[in-house]
């Protein structure tokens, strides 16, 4: 497939972006901003997410929704072989929209073995690759058809100060937080606003807040902002760390990032 490693490749796509990797690395928990969905080429790994705990082997599609908190292990030390499409949401939104208007929707099984879909989503990749948008079009509409269900999942109430409060941390990931003023201003004891955002989030506050962040970062590095300057724009303390949450969760360092622009 590719010298071991993960690597962007072009996308003649707005709002796509592509992956192709060969790694043994074990991914933490982690989040996308973004719809995810690829197909394993060789080897395997399993993966827990509030879809529960899966495996994927060599000819299985993968998904992940925008948020989703996951993770990622290879079976062995040999790893796994697999290309990404990462789709902005708009854009698949849109194309759900096309399909039943009106309707919300999400990736309902976290692995998919359909020899069907496997085909499509193969279409999908070589288009995307291949600076063809007329084809691409069609194959992202033909894919989100098969693949993107209407949501009949009944959501948990939520408290209101805990929403203000992860929206406060999307809004302004850079921002100095601390469990008891998020607590305090949610109106809750800080046990109970760490149980709270924590079922709403999937993820502790702090874990949370360090998911905006490399979020933030990875979008200004896209956009041209220097290293130091999208670290610091993005709470971190340093350089160094910004690299490190990078590679924990994209397989990429930042330099890697700026260079594939």
């Given at each position: 497939?590719?010298?071991?490693?993960?690597?962007?490749?072009?996308?003649?796509?707005?709002?796509?972006?592509?992956?192709?990797?060969?790694?043994?690395?074990?991914?933490?928990?982690?989040?996308?901003?973004?719809?995810?969905?690829?197909?394993?080429?060789?080897?395997?790994?399993?993966?827990?997410?509030?879809?529960?705990?899966?495996?994927?082997?060599?000819?299985?599609?993968?998904?992940?929704?925008?948020?989703?908190?996951?993770?990622?292990?290879?079976?062995?030390?040999?790893?796994?072989?697999?290309?990404?499409?990462?789709?902005?949401?708009?854009?698949?939104?849109?194309?759900?929209?096309?399909?039943?208007?009106?309707?919300?929707?999400?990736?309902?099984?976290?692995?998919?073995?359909?020899?069907?879909?496997?085909?499509?989503?193969?279409?999908?990749?070589?288009?995307?690759?291949?600076?063809?948008?007329?084809?691409?079009?069609?194959?992202?509409?033909?894919?989100?058809?098969?693949?993107?269900?209407?949501?009949?999942?009944?959501?948990?109430?939520?408290?209101?100060?805990?929403?203000?409060?992860?929206?406060?941390?999307?809004?302004?990931?850079?921002?100095?937080?601390?469990?008891?003023?998020?607590?305090?201003?949610?109106?809750?004891?800080?046990?109970?606003?760490?149980?709270?955002?924590?079922?709403?989030?999937?993820?502790?506050?702090?874990?949370?807040?360090?998911?905006?962040?490399?979020?933030?970062?990875?979008?200004?590095?896209?956009?041209?902002?220097?290293?130091?300057?999208?670290?610091?724009?993005s709470g971190f303390a340093d350089q160094s760390h910004m690299t490190r949450c990078f590679v924990r969760n994209f397989g990429l360092t930042p330099g890697a990032?700026?260079?594939?622009?």
């Amino acid at each position: 497939m590719q010298a071991r490693g993960f690597k962007l490749i072009p996308s003649h796509v707005d709002g796509v972006e592509v992956v192709v990797a060969d790694s043994a690395l074990a991914f933490g928990r982690h989040t996308h901003d973004e719809f995810g969905i690829g197909l394993i080429e060789r080897g395997a790994q399993k993966s827990a997410s509030g879809r529960g705990v899966v495996e994927a082997g060599a000819g299985d599609l993968i998904t992940v929704n925008p948020g989703e908190v996951h993770d990622g292990t290879p079976f062995d030390a040999s790893g796994r072989c697999w290309r990404m499409l990462y789709v902005d949401p708009a854009r698949l939104l849109d194309a759900a929209a096309d399909i039943a208007p009106g309707s919300s929707f999400e990736f309902k099984a976290p692995v998919i073995r359909d020899a069907l879909m496997t085909a499509r989503f193969r279409a999908l990749f070589d288009a995307v690759t291949t600076d063809d948008a007329l084809h691409s079009d069609a194959e992202l509409l033909t894919l989100t058809a098969r693949l993107l269900k209407p949501s009949s999942v009944e959501r948990p109430a939520v408290s209101a100060g805990v929403t203000a409060s992860r929206e406060r941390i999307d809004d302004d990931p850079a921002a100095v937080l601390t469990l008891s003023g998020l607590a305090t201003d949610a109106a809750m004891s800080r046990y109970q606003f760490l149980r709270a955002f924590t079922r709403l989030t999937g993820l502790p506050p702090h874990a949370y807040l360090l998911q905006r962040r490399v979020q933030r970062a990875r979008r200004l590095v896209r956009q041209g902002l220097s290293l130091a300057e999208a670290a610091a724009a993005s709470g971190f303390a340093d350089q160094s760390h910004m690299t490190r949450c990078f590679v924990r969760n994209f397989g990429l360092t930042p330099g890697a990032l700026a260079r594939s622009r």
